[in-house]
């Protein structure tokens, strides 16, 4: 049994839907927004691929938003978006069978070193603010969409970086099929700051980019509106001794999962598919999301896919046709998902 | 669908490192709260956690490098390394691809994240550790693992606060049951560290040298650190090689509170144990034993044990807190609940909950096991976790039969 896509929910220095993205991957340029005057602390750059307004109290209110760091506030929204966009009200009769599976890296880098930096430098090293702790765990944006959208299922965190959407995707399918959950939101989450934009600088892994795509996935038959796209199968390995050869594994894994001939692939999304020249034809479409949006880390996966989800919407001829999304780490992770989708769901999810 | 069990433990605690030492300290209630070493907690009125001194990660790992990696990535991959020992594992793996790791975390590498603040306050953004950060990503502790093991299949860590070495046991053995993998090693690790530390304390919720779960005058929790690991296989791959088996997973529960990020939800964990009980296929009146979360602050241990009173109603079967003798060991801790759990069953003991003086009048159903381990014989054991952001989970075992 597998999973359908409902909805989706984008917040991203390309515009806020998943076609917004995918104009960007297309222009293959840099996105850029001036990002020097949004930190008290100096910035290795002066722009960067940036959300360029995200008004957190206009879009979550007032109440309850006065701590919230930047990756949780871009999570809860995406969240909410992706239940709208899927058309499905949380209510007293479901809440318990929608849950929430989001990728992360180290959560939210900026609160955890913030928080920690208090111990250092205050007077006493416990005066540190205790509203602040929760954010320190990696598990807080998911939490905090839960209690936002009052969703009582599978609520999970799961550690990957750039492979960090699709680890998320995996785990999501099999509470689903597991029926542990009805409908899941799967997203990823990252964002910008001073220590992201360093981190990316010092580690040569490019400009840090920053966003939040989340998808309603429904168990098959529980979906209440159109389906965008079928999840068929994901597969991950672990091959640090030779990643070329270990996503191509999995590639070939989640295919034959899928009951899919690679030859049918007609698109790869995701930045590491040049790996994959030997195991897809070679005129299957590339969206390869850093050159446009910066080093996303465990929000590139899920950009990857609402680029594809965009791509099935344009153009009616791919209608069923499957595509895969791939992710390598620089550790050695690797993972492939296949998917399968229709023009069906229209493109414009604000 | 496959049987899954329990064929190795690997302990790395302040109670002690490996199976042995670990299952004498747990028989003899031992404690690991200790002055803290790992970083100077002079200027802190609380300076007790449960930390892991004797851990020399070079002398258990065979296959990382161990300048490569942060401390809970090297907990994650020695406690692997010995329950794959434990377990008589044939390293290499005839089939890597189908073994695969499932770590869960609170706080990932959290030692290496306050180097990089270290370096940050000394110079500035720009003289942040460039091994550091690449060190600080939470997914390098299942990674750690897989490398140390040579196992080639799923490796992933689950960063679900102190319930995530349960999701990572019920994760690795849906994967197991549905045929997707032969072996998993599955549990947690975090690092005692100074902002976990400080955000305990300033939340009123640390005690200052004694965790006393279930105790009347219990005062909160001391933090602590360790790996955890559990060899879990299909029932058919482990009597394929002639391995022996411990216990068998019965299955597992998750939910969400969706309530608190910091406060625990009676109802909410009441209804993942029934979650879990019936995952497991089993009635409340099967359970002999509950391995608690016990954290020993009033609020966790009042929400908990009125949970317990609501599924479990006048049969209350005897709890226990392994959190008064490790201290609360954060995203390791339902893994070190797990291998607790396993051992009890195995060995036919109730550990202790130590530390404990006086009973709780608002708690007269709950047998906490005091002080002193039990002989008994446990067929089911039920191993509680939850975690903030309301993330509870759940994990079942039982006597193989």
Redesign the interface.
């Known amino acids: 049994m597998s999973g359908v896509v409902t909805g989706c929910g984008v917040v991203s220095a390309a515009g806020d839907s998943v076609a917004d993205v995918l104009t960007a991957i297309r222009a293959g340029a840099a996105v850029r927004a001036d990002v020097r005057d949004r930190f008290a602390e100096p910035l290795p750059e002066v722009e960067a691929p940036a959300i360029a307004d995200f008004d957190v109290r206009g879009l979550l209110g007032r109440k309850g938003t006065s701590f919230l760091d930047r990756a949780t506030a871009l999570a809860m929204v995406a969240c909410g978006r992706a239940l709208a966009d899927g058309e499905l009200t949380p209510d007293d009769d479901n809440r318990h069978r929608i849950g929430v599976v989001l990728g992360t890296t180290t959560g939210s880098l900026k609160s955890t070193m913030d928080f920690s930096r208090e111990t250092l430098v205050q007077e006493k090293p416990y005066l540190v603010n205790p509203v602040l702790f929760p954010n320190t765990v990696m598990n807080c944006a998911a939490g905090q969409a839960a209690i936002r959208h009052g969703l009582r299922g599978v609520n999970a965190t799961v550690a990957g970086g750039p492979l960090a959407f699709l680890y998320a995707l995996r785990y999501a399918l099999n509470a689903i099929r597991r029926g542990y959950a009805d409908a899941l939101l799967v997203g990823g989450v990252e964002e910008y700051t001073p220590n992201t934009a360093w981190a990316a600088r010092l580690t040569d892994a490019g400009p840090a980019g920053e966003a939040s795509a989340v998808y309603l996935l429904r168990r098959r038959g529980a979906e209440a509106t159109g389906a965008r796209a079928e999840v068929l199968s994901v597969a991950t390995g672990f091959a640090p001794d030779d990643a070329d050869a270990g996503l191509a594994g999995c590639a070939r894994r989640a295919l034959a999962t899928a009951g899919v001939r690679a030859a049918d692939v007609w698109a790869l999304a995701g930045d590491d598919g040049d790996g994959l020249r030997d195991a897809v034809p070679a005129t299957a479409e590339r969206l390869p999301v850093r050159p446009a949006l910066g080093d996303c880390q465990a929000a590139a996966g899920a950009l990857a896919f609402g680029a594809l989800l965009a791509r099935y919407a344009e153009e009616p001829a791919s209608a069923g046709r499957p595509a895969l999304v791939t992710g390598r780490s620089r550790d050695g992770g690797v993972a492939a998902a296949v998917v399968r989708g229709w023009a069906g769901g229209g493109d414009d999810h604000r | 669908m496959h049987r899954v069990v329990v064929t190795g433990l690997g302990p790395v605690s302040g109670i002690g490192i490996g199976v042995d030492e670990f299952t004498d300290g747990l028989r003899r209630g031992r404690s690991a709260a200790a002055p803290i070493t790992s970083f100077d907690?002079s200027?802190?009125?609380h300076r007790y956690a449960g930390e892991v001194p004797a851990f020399r990660p070079a002398e258990v790992l065979r296959r990382v490098r161990v300048e490569q990696w942060g401390r809970s990535a090297l907990l994650a991959a020695a406690a692997a390394r010995l329950a794959a020992t434990d377990a008589g594992l044939p390293l290499p793996l005839a089939d890597p691809?189908r073994a695969?790791?499932v770590i869960g975390?609170?706080?990932?590498?959290s030692t290496v994240?306050?180097q990089?603040?270290?370096d940050?306050?000394a110079g500035?953004?720009?003289s942040?550790s460039?091994d550091s950060?690449?060190q600080?990503?939470?997914?390098?502790?299942a990674?750690a693992v897989?490398?140390e093991l040579g196992?080639?299949?799923?490796?992933?860590?689950?960063?679900?606060?102190c319930s995530a070495s349960n999701?990572a046991i019920g994760?690795a053995y849906?994967?197991l049951h549905?045929g997707e993998a032969d072996v998993m090693v599955a549990g947690g690790a975090d690092s005692v560290?100074?902002?976990?530390h400080?955000?305990?304390?300033?939340?009123g919720a640390l005690t200052e040298r004694q965790c006393r779960p279930f105790d009347r005058d219990r005062s909160g929790i001391l933090t602590g650190e360790g790996g955890a690991a559990l060899v879990l296989e299909t029932l058919d791959h482990a009597v394929a090689r002639g391995a022996r088996i411990y216990a068998e997973v019965l299955g597992h529960g998750?939910?969400?509170?969706?309530?608190?990020?910091?406060a625990p939800n009676e109802d909410?964990i009441a209804?993942c144990m029934r979650l879990a009980l019936d995952n497991a296929g089993i009635k409340p009146v099967d359970v002999d034993y509950v391995s608690t979360h016990g954290t020993g602050t009033p609020a966790n241990d009042l929400c908990e044990a009125r949970a317990i009173r609501a599924v479990f109603g006048d049969r209350v079967p005897p709890v226990s807190s392994i959190k008064s003798m490790l201290g609360h060991t954060m995203g390791a801790a339902s893994g070190f609940g797990a291998i607790a759990t396993t051992l009890a069953i195995r060995h036919g003991f109730l550990p202790p909950t130590i530390n404990w003086a006086n009973p709780d009048p608002e708690l007269p159903w709950i047998d906490p096991v005091p002080n002193v381990a039990r002989p008994a014989t446990v067929r089911v054991a039920q191993n509680n976790g939850f975690?903030?952001?309301?993330?509870n989970a759940i994990t079942i075992f039982g006597a193989i039969r």
């Open positions: 907690a200027g802190f009125p691809g695969g790791a975390t609170t706080s990932g590498e994240v306050e990089l603040v270290a940050l306050v500035g953004y720009p942040m460039v950060l690449r600080a990503p939470a997914e390098r502790l990674y897989s490398a196992l080639a299949g799923e490796s992933v860590t689950l960063t679900t606060a999701y994760y849906d994967l549905t560290c100074r902002w976990a400080a955000g305990f304390f300033r939340l998750l939910n969400c509170d969706a309530h608190h990020m910091v909410s209804a975690a903030f952001g309301g993330n």
